[in-house]
């Protein structure tokens, strides 16, 4: 038997029990398979489980001025993180207002000079004091992996200014001697997780930092992006985009990039299944001497 239908103002959305009662809607509707009770007092349509579904159900009771704050905002900002659980959501609540206490969800104290924006339709701490919350449970590499996704390419939603103004909000709070070391490996301009954590690498082995998809001139007043561009030696160091093996056209826009950037003299050195990391960086070292770098690899 089909449940009843809502009224059309709650139908296909999360909302509170006590308004749905007061439109008529019985108990026994909201106890139906087509809804499910994230949280105390709240339905949403069965099956709505995304991170932002689950948000904009815990909004319906999410006192004022209450802001989702930590990973979960830091999810709702894009920031690539390590696979974890969305639940619980982390809301903060700034003083001297309780920390919420709710079943799926961790409360915080939000500093008092913590602005709140709003993302998505939610009210959200931005994208770098949720950076910097994720002090205490990222590694160093994760942590500025997320950073560099602030002040990425090609679309950042932050800036470097932004990023040490919610340092100085940070303060000393613990995890605040990490985010400090962190912020010294950020760089505007890369353009994923993978990107950022080869970057690391390159330079830990000791060659020389790259720039983050410039400009690389072409014949003909053409051009196109790399992703780690050793521009004093004409040297490219980027991933193998094998997603593409698949797409005839784009396949042969590749073959036809490689084929433009030797021509213009680059030495383009591809990084993924088909040549791993270790001798990825073995070939970057015979092209970089071959065109004069004399610097030292680290092991």
Same mark, same amino acid.
């Given at each position: 038997?089909?449940?009843?239908?809502?009224?059309?103002?709650?139908?296909?959305?999360?909302?509170?029990?006590?308004?749905?009662?007061?439109?008529?809607?019985?108990?026994?509707?909201?106890?139906?398979? %087509?809804?499910?009770?994230?949280?105390?007092?709240?339905?949403?349509?069965?099956?709505?489980?995304?991170?932002?579904?689950?948000?904009?159900?815990?909004?319906?009771?999410?006192?004022?001025?209450?802001?989702?704050?930590?990973?979960?905002?830091?999810?709702?900002?894009?920031?690539?993180?390590? $696979?974890?659980?969305?639940?619980?959501?982390?809301?903060?609540?700034?003083?001297?207002?309780?920390?919420?206490?709710?079943?799926?969800?961790?409360?915080?104290?939000?500093?008092?000079?913590?602005?709140?924006?709003?993302?998505?339709?939610?009210?959200?701490?931005?994208?770098? %004091?949720?950076?910097?919350?994720?002090?205490?449970?990222?590694?160093? %590499?994760?942590?500025?992996?997320?950073?560099?996704?602030?002040?990425?390419?090609?679309?950042?939603?932050?800036?470097? %200014?932004?990023?040490?103004?919610?340092?100085?909000?940070?303060?000393?709070?613990?995890?605040?001697?990490?985010?400090?070391?962190?912020?010294?490996?950020?760089?505007?301009?890369?353009?994923?997780?993978?990107?950022?954590?080869? @970057?690391?690498?390159?330079?830990?082995?000791?060659?020389?930092?790259?720039?983050?998809?410039?400009?690389?001139?072409?014949?003909?007043?053409?051009?196109?992006?790399?992703?780690?561009?050793?521009?004093?030696?004409?040297?490219?160091?980027?991933?193998?985009?094998?997603?593409?093996?698949?797409?005839?056209?784009?396949?042969?826009? $590749?073959?036809?990039?490689?084929?433009?950037?030797?021509?213009?003299?680059?030495?383009?050195?591809?990084?993924?299944?088909?040549?791993?990391?270790?001798?990825?960086?073995?070939?970057?070292?015979?092209?970089?001497?071959?065109?004069?770098? @004399?610097?030292?690899?680290?092991?």
């Amino acid at each position: 038997m089909l449940a009843k239908p809502l009224p059309p103002s709650l139908a296909g959305r999360a909302f509170r029990t006590a308004r749905a009662l007061k439109l008529g809607v019985t108990r026994g509707r909201l106890g139906a398979r %087509d809804l499910m009770a994230p949280f105390r007092g709240v339905r949403a349509p069965a099956g709505a489980t995304s991170l932002i579904d689950l948000c904009r159900a815990y909004a319906q009771r999410m006192p004022r001025r209450h802001a989702f704050s930590h990973a979960t905002a830091a999810h709702l900002w894009g920031l690539p993180l390590p $696979d974890q659980e969305l639940l619980p959501l982390h809301v903060s609540a700034p003083a001297p207002l309780r920390q919420p206490r709710a079943k799926g969800v961790a409360g915080h104290r939000l500093g008092h000079d913590v602005p709140v924006v709003r993302r998505r339709g939610l009210p959200v701490v931005t994208a770098a %004091d949720a950076w910097c919350q994720l002090a205490t449970i990222l590694s160093h %590499d994760d942590l500025v992996a997320a950073g560099d996704r602030i002040v990425g390419w090609p679309r950042p939603i932050g800036t470097l %200014d932004e990023i040490d103004a919610a340092i100085e909000r940070f303060g000393s709070r613990r995890g605040a001697v990490r985010l400090r070391a962190a912020r010294l490996d950020l760089r505007a301009g890369s353009a994923s997780r993978r990107e950022t954590r080869l @970057r690391l690498r390159v330079l830990r082995a000791g060659f020389p930092e790259p720039e983050l998809n410039t400009r690389i001139g072409l014949a003909g007043s053409r051009s196109t992006h790399g992703d780690l561009v050793f521009r004093a030696y004409r040297v490219l160091l980027e991933y193998d985009g094998e997603q593409h093996r698949g797409d005839d056209a784009q396949f042969h826009r $590749d073959v036809e990039r490689l084929n433009d950037l030797a021509a213009a003299g680059w030495i383009v050195i591809r990084v993924g299944r088909r040549l791993p990391l270790e001798r990825a960086l073995d070939q970057l070292e015979l092209a970089l001497r071959s065109r004069g770098w @004399r610097g030292i690899r680290s092991p």
